[in-house]
């Protein structure tokens, strides 16, 4: 498959550009490439035009898919196979097999400056119908628009997640007194920072709770993720985490990071740093 990272040619000529799409984005060149290369995020954060994605294979030249679209879809899934040069600072998304099969969709990134990539995207399909040309072009570059909003909120998010978790790596974890029991419930849920962490402080089941409200895979935000059966979903990749011992729910390993104890004393609510492991 290595043979694939070349994408020097042009575009297959047999193809017609139907529209095009450009764009500046708020995040450096090299956090687009990433997102780029991660193939992972699209049925979760894109689910309203990804159901569900099987890797084939994958390496510095790029990663090709399955795809399916829509649920229960299977039988129209798609083979996508995504190309890259990060030397000429451009990429193919190729449709290989399924619905849209021969059409490339070829993207091109103009770093601007440390926080700022141009994006430049032209559509090429096995059509040469005007009438059929605007309406494919049309379609492409609303979904497109879609996309690329949620890849840049994702990419902004996670830039200053990263920049938080590096100011905030000598934080204190003093107790933090959050004040009456009874007022702290009718506010609930509730994030707090605690220790340089963010935390999300709830009730289940009569329980108080609190739980890490950053992924630790991607750092995605889980501020508002839903309870599930005692667990949460990140809403970047799915990586699923069990809310009252941080570990994964879903087999992929990772660990939220370690809450706080949560204690009622005299009527206050206090989070104070959990007992070190044995």
């Keep these: ?93 190729a449709t290989v097999e399924g619905p849209g099969a021969g059409s490339e969709i070829w993207t091109t990134l103009t770093p601007l400056s440390a926080d700022r990539t141009a994006v430049a995207v032209t559509f090429h399909v096995a059509e040469d119908r005007p009438e059929r040309l605007a309406r494919i072009g049309e379609r492409y570059v609303a979904i497109y628009a879609g996309l690329w909003d949620e890849d840049e909120a994702m990419m902004v998010h996670r830039e200053r997640a990263l920049a938080n978790r590096r100011r905030s790596s000598a934080a204190s ?23 340089g962490e963010r935390f999300r402080l709830l009730a289940l089941e009569g329980e108080l709770i609190a739980h890490a409200a950053t992924c630790p895979h991607w750092l995605g935000p889980l501020d508002d993720a839903t309870v599930e059966d005692g667990c949460i979903r990140c809403p970047w990749h799915d990586y699923r985490f069990d809310i009252r011992t941080g570990a994964s729910a879903d087999g992929r390993g990772l660990v939220l990071a370690r809450a706080p104890r949560v204690s009622v004393e005299t009527g206050d609510v206090i989070l104070s740093a959990a007992p070190a492991f044995p």
């Design 173 to 195: 974890v003093e107790p933090l007194n959050l004040g009456p029991l009874s007022s702290l419930l009718t506010t609930l849920p509730r994030l707090v920072e605690f220790g």
């Design 1 to 93: 498959m290595g043979e694939r990272a070349d994408i020097s040619r042009l575009p297959d000529p047999r193809l017609t550009v139907a529209g095009r799409y450009d764009r500046v984005v708020a995040a450096g060149v090299g956090r687009v490439w990433e997102n780029v290369l991660d193939w992972e995020h699209l049925p979760a954060l894109h689910h309203g035009q990804f159901h569900s994605i099987d890797l084939l294979d994958s390496g510095p030249w790029g990663w090709r898919a399955s795809v399916v679209n829509q649920p229960g879809d299977v039988a129209r899934a798609q083979v996508i196979e995504v190309r890259i040069d990060r030397d000429a600072g451009r990429y193919c998304s």
